[in-house]
């Protein structure tokens, strides 16, 4: 019982939806990924959290010039 319970804890802190359109080759990749025993929505999570952590600086520096009252 106290794995179900650790389970709706997790699930709890993605109460957020996004709709994304994929390629029929993603989502084929994604569908095998799946097939291998791989969680996709964990998955996809991990991969947008490591791009943003890699992009952030110019992400940050592309804002800052689109702010500026000049």
Not at 35 to 55: C, M, P, T, W, Y
Not at 61 to 67: A, G, H, M, V
């Amino acid at each position: 019982m106290a794995k179900s319970h650790k389970c709706l804890t997790i699930m709890k802190q993605y109460t957020e939806k996004q709709t994304i359109r994929l390629t029929k080759i993603q989502l084929e990749s994604l569908n095998i990924l799946e097939l291998k025993g791989i969680n996709v929505s964990q998955f996809i999570r991990l991969a947008i959290k490591e791009k943003l952590q890699r992009d952030w600086k110019q992400i940050k520096i592309k804002q800052e010039k689109t702010n500026t009252p000049f």
